[in-house]
């Protein structure tokens, strides 16, 4: 693996009380680095692009990035398919590249949090070339999960497991000598091994790759399938339900997500990042049944934070959201973890058009041109940003999807050819994917790529309407959702929403979620008639207000100053 000179640059200072780290109360805005801006003209975002745009971020209101991953890569799936962990792919920059950043985000108050694929590596990463070179039961494949096939000639796979991705998850070996060999364990593409988390030599080689990053000025991880690294011994078969998710977390029980040993990883992780000063933070990307289940991720020796999914997954209903909010603040709490809150990210439709799907859509499906149920952009819309307003009040951390601060909606209409997740290919267009919410963003509205880049390249292309959605479009508009996020933010840190407490607030009607955190009332209507709004100065509203009314699928916050 490359080796490279640490620079760390610190980060921001803040004297933090016991139980107020930067962690408990943030508003994290996750780069997926391909998308966001390109600097070099090729067509793919890069790290000089970030850099080149973090007075926008800062002007939004965040605390901290979370970059998707940008590590060195032959891009089988977009990056989380990982050939080196400790350098910098050339398509988005170099280490130098990513220290000036580092430095320039820190500079701003920014902190910077990278993501850590340990479930799995690319074939392409040394080990895995290793493991190919070597013979059935070498030190080599020790690292990966190789097994012996069923059959006559083991030319079955060693169980059923499916991929994510669609297809199987076992992959037959061609050895040297042209014979089939043994089989390996992907649980997402081919180009995809699974690592032995057994093996004491993976766990190592883990801790020396945190290690080079904390020592570059990182201030903490977004561990990638953090559910998904210790697998049940033996392998046993199993067959998910046809409507489960394709990361799981309907469901327990499930032979290779969420076994009991992961906890000793990352009790290990946590000791580790403890060594270093600034409140290092660990968040798990955990797919898991019940918020109950998730906060045994986020006990006081483990991860800092997890992706509250249940909270994501709750449909535009008032009663599942007030109880998806109340289990929440209770399970993480009852750890001593703030909860999180997120409604979108590189994963799923985008939320501004999954609230207002009329059609079953199991996450990482995706929608397209075929997809029933597909939204009317004006109700996405104004539930997404109603949705915004109700969520940045809520106690503890927030995380923001890049361009959801322009209220951008899934692009449905890419063409077939266009399409580049595996999850297209595995399951021969059956699914559509991710590709939709990963479209490159608006920056100007005339000009090449949107300003995405200055050669109009673009990995994906850019629908029409993404002119009138730009930055530069809504930066002065009053009106425009850039607007109403920049208010949100700005008013949720000035009242230290994040370290609030949530009183519930009743008599509103059933169809209405309504609370008090310190000085804000919010009150969010998901009925289908407008309602009389509680007594109160109007801080923000997410959309026109006539009077005292507070028409269908709209929020605000109130107060009585």
Not at 240 to 254: F, H, L, N, R, W
Not at 444 to 470: D, H, I, K, R, V
Not at 534 to 556: K, N
Request: glycine share 10%; charged share 20%.
């Amino acid at each position: 693996m490359t080796s490279a000179e640490s620079v760390a640059t610190p980060a921001p200072s803040r004297e933090e009380a016991p139980g107020g780290e930067w962690w408990r109360t943030a508003v994290i805005y996750q780069i997926y680095p391909r998308s966001f801006a390109d600097q070099s003209g090729d067509g793919i975002g890069d790290l000089r692009g970030v850099t080149n745009h973090l007075g926008d971020l800062a002007a939004l209101g965040i605390d901290a990035i979370w970059l998707s991953p940008f590590q060195r890569s032959p891009q089988k799936d977009a990056g989380y398919d990982v050939a080196d962990y400790c350098d910098v792919d050339p398509l988005f920059g170099t280490l130098s590249d990513f220290d000036e950043m580092l430095a320039q985000a820190h500079a701003r108050g920014i902190r910077i949090i990278v993501d850590l694929v340990p479930n799995h590596s690319s074939d392409q990463h040394a080990w895995f070339q290793e493991a190919v070179a070597s013979p059935a039961g070498s030190p080599e494949r020790a690292r990966y999960i190789f097994r012996d096939g069923k059959g006559a000639n083991g030319e079955l796979p060693p169980n059923n497991w499916e991929s994510v991705f669609g297809g199987g998850a076992w992959t037959r070996l061609t050895e040297p000598d042209g014979t089939p060999g043994q089989w390996y364990l992907h649980l997402f593409d081919a180009s995809q091994p699974d690592f032995d988390w057994s093996n004491p030599e993976v766990r190592e080689e883990f801790r020396r790759i945190l290690r080079f990053w904390l020592d570059r000025g990182v201030d903490g991880f977004r561990v990638d399938v953090a559910h998904g690294l210790v697998k049940k011994e033996g392998l046993p078969d199993y067959t998910p339900p046809k409507d489960a998710g394709s990361m799981g977390g309907g469901e327990a029980a499930v032979p290779y997500w969420g076994q009991d040993g992961v906890h000793e990883i990352y009790r290990d992780w946590h000791a580790l990042l403890a060594e270093y000063d600034g409140d290092r933070a660990l968040c798990a990307e955990a797919w898991l049944p019940s918020v109950a289940q998730t906060a045994l991720w986020v006990r006081p020796d483990e991860m800092h934070q997890a992706f509250n999914f249940e909270y994501l997954e709750t449909p535009w209903n008032a009663e599942k959201l007030r109880l998806v909010i109340a289990d929440s603040l209770a399970g993480y709490g009852a750890v001593g973890a703030p909860s999180t809150w997120v409604l979108s990210n590189h994963d799923v439709v985008r939320h501004a058009s999954r609230l207002a799907l009329t059609a079953e859509n199991p996450q990482g499906a995706g929608i397209g041109p075929k997809s029933p149920g597909k939204p009317i952009p004006e109700v996405g819309l104004r539930r997404a940003r109603a949705a915004t307003t109700l969520m940045l009040a809520l106690p503890g951390s927030a995380y923001l999807y890049q361009g959801e601060e322009l209220g951008l909606p899934e692009v449905i209409n890419l063409p077939d050819e266009a399409r580049q997740d595996p999850t297209w290919f595995r399951t021969n267009g059956e699914r559509y994917g991710r590709d939709g919410c990963r479209v490159p963003l608006p920056w100007t509205s005339e000009g090449p790529a949107y300003g995405f880049n200055e050669t109009g390249e673009s990995w994906l292309p850019q629908p029409a309407e993404w002119a009138g959605l730009a930055r530069d479009a809504q930066r002065d508009d009053p009106d425009s959702t850039l607007t109403l996020y920049k208010s949100l933010l700005a008013e949720r840190r000035a009242r230290g929403l994040g370290a609030g407490t949530l009183e519930w607030v009743d008599g509103l009607g059933p169809d209405v979620v309504a609370f008090r955190n310190g000085s804000i009332t919010v009150v969010a209507n998901l009925s289908a008639r407008p309602i009389e709004l509680p007594s109160g100065v109007v801080v923000v509203s997410s959309g026109p207000l006539t009077g005292r009314m507070l028409p269908v699928d709209q929020a605000v916050w109130l107060t009585g100053e």
